[in-house]
């Protein structure tokens, strides 16, 4: 069965900082991965997907993500944190022969930036 | 264009009753989702529904149900409601034009369910 895990419920950085929020995923099979981000109140938003070809892949707000198979991973990086990139992110995977609309969620890391 | 829309935006429930949460997807998009967010369990995938049929169901009772209408409005029903039950139920909605397992979903912002 596919599984994802997000390494840290809790991570905070200063304004300007480097943000890594980290994904490691379990799949039998080469799996599609996305990045969503939820703000307080209000659904869910996608960051960025990866699906097959380049393994960094860039999303919006200045967010990136790198596939690495080997170490099964897909972490979530920014340069320079924002005030506004407060909020909680979801790592994701798409079950194989998904029809669509089934996604297996990590648990959510929340996101505190540091004035 | 208008994004997902969930009603109603709060409910408060008392273990035992029923209740009907309403989605209505971005249009043009045939693919219904649905989830519950709980801070101890997570976003656990709950059904979807393309063109008023079930494709994909997740690890959910029976008592959870839903449907979809032919202008791919949604609505999921939870029966004899728990304390449990307590969530936010997120829908969402994507086109796929072929079913596509990559499609980019859009969420709404969810029903607040209460459950006393």
């Known amino acids: 069965a596919q599984s994802v895990t997000q390494l840290g419920s809790h991570v905070s950085v200063s304004e300007g900082a480097l943000v890594l929020l980290r994904c490691n995923y379990s799949?039998?099979?080469?799996?599609?991965l996305f990045w969503y981000v939820q703000y307080p109140n209000q659904g869910l938003q996608l960051l960025l997907k990866?699906?097959?070809?380049?393994?960094l892949v860039k999303g919006i707000n200045g967010f990136e993500a790198e596939f690495k198979k080997s170490e099964t991973s897909f972490h979530l990086t920014k340069p320079s944190a924002h005030m506004s990139d407060a909020a909680e992110y979801f790592c994701?995977?798409?079950?194989?022969?998904?029809?669509?609309?089934?996604?297996?969620f990590g648990q959510g890391t929340e996101l505190s930036v540091k004035p | 264009k208008a994004g997902v829309t969930q009603t109603p935006r709060y409910l408060i429930k008392t273990r035992g009753q029923q209740v009907t949460l309403s989605c209505s997807p971005i249009?043009?998009?045939?693919?219904v989702s649905w989830y519950q967010q709980t801070p101890g369990q997570g976003l656990q995938f709950l059904f979807e529904?393309?063109?008023?049929?079930?494709?994909n169901k997740g690890n959910f009772p029976g008592r959870f149900s839903g449907r979809q209408f032919s202008n791919s409005r949604s609505e999921m029903n939870v029966s004899t409601l728990e304390l449990g039950d307590s969530a936010l139920y997120l829908c969402?909605?994507?086109?796929?034009?072929?079913?596509?397992?990559?499609?980019?979903?859009?969420f709404g912002s969810g029903t607040q369910l209460s459950v006393l």
């Open positions: 969402a909605s994507s086109l796929p034009l072929t079913g596509a397992a990559n499609e980019k979903l859009f």
């Open positions: 799949s039998s099979v080469p799996p599609y």
């Open positions: 990866y699906t097959t070809g380049a393994t």
């Open positions: 994701a995977v798409s079950p194989p022969y998904n029809q669509g609309g089934k996604l297996i």
């Open positions: 249009s043009g998009h045939r693919s």
């Open positions: 529904y393309f063109s008023e049929t079930q494709r």
